[in-house]
Every structure is written in C-alpha cells, then in structure tokens.
C-alpha cells in the first residue's frame, strides 16, 4: 500500500552534514504526517523530527536549531537536513509516514532505516 525507500545516510566527521530522504510510493490517497525517528545501539527508537500535511513541524531539543525537516508533498517524499552532527547523532535513521490508503483508513509505515555514523 504504501512502500518507502530512504536514502542519504553515510559516515560523516563531527561538525559534518548529512541529508536524507525519503519517498513513498504505492497506493494511496494521501499522505499525511511525515517523520524521523532514529535509534541507537542499545536504545529505544526515538522521535526525531515530524512534519504535518500543512508543513507544521515539531522537533525533539537535541537537535533544534540543527537540524530540519521538510517535504515535497508532490513527490511524497520527507527530508531531514542535518548540520552540526555530533558523536551522539550516531544512529539509525527511520522515517514514518501516515499513509491514507482509503477514506478515513490511516495507518503507519517505517522506512527500512538508514545508518547514520558520526566519527572522526
């Protein structure tokens, strides 16, 4: 129904800059709120940053002001710019979509996840 393939993950010095995308395809009517979620070695999957229909956004502390959302509703797809990285950005990186796939019918669905290493 609705299928999503990251991209744009990679190692990266501390300081560095990072974008990832994500696009869904399939079949559906619309898509809805959009979102990065990451998780670390040993850690629960956390909220990153999320992006609504009308392009409202919301972002966790420990990365406003670095990083940013956005999306082009025409191609179905979110970005994530990420700048400033740290050590601790270091993670796998998820995006979540709400997917419309009837009328009234939302559900979620996850990206495979791309690795994001943040080394020197």
């Known amino acids: 129904q609705v299928q999503l393939v990251e991209s744009g993950g990679g190692l990266v010095q501390p300081g560095g800059s990072l974008r990832l995308s994500c696009a869904a395809s399939?079949?559906?009517?619309?898509?809805?709120?959009m979102g990065w979620y990451r998780q670390a070695p040993g850690q629960q999957r956390e909220l990153v940053a999320v992006?609504?229909?009308?392009?409202?956004?919301n972002y966790v502390d420990f990365v406003k002001g670095r990083f940013t959302i956005s999306r082009d509703s025409a191609k179905n797809t979110v970005y994530l710019q990420m700048n400033s990285l740290k050590f601790e950005d270091t993670a796998v990186y998820y995006c979540?979509?709400?997917?419309?796939?009837?009328?009234?019918?939302?559900?979620?669905?996850w990206g495979q996840g791309t690795q994001v290493t943040v080394s020197s």
């Open positions: 992006i609504t229909s009308s392009g409202n956004t």
């Open positions: 399939g079949s559906f009517f619309s898509i809805k709120t």
């Open positions: 979540k979509v709400q997917g419309e796939v009837a009328p009234n019918q939302v559900y979620n669905y």
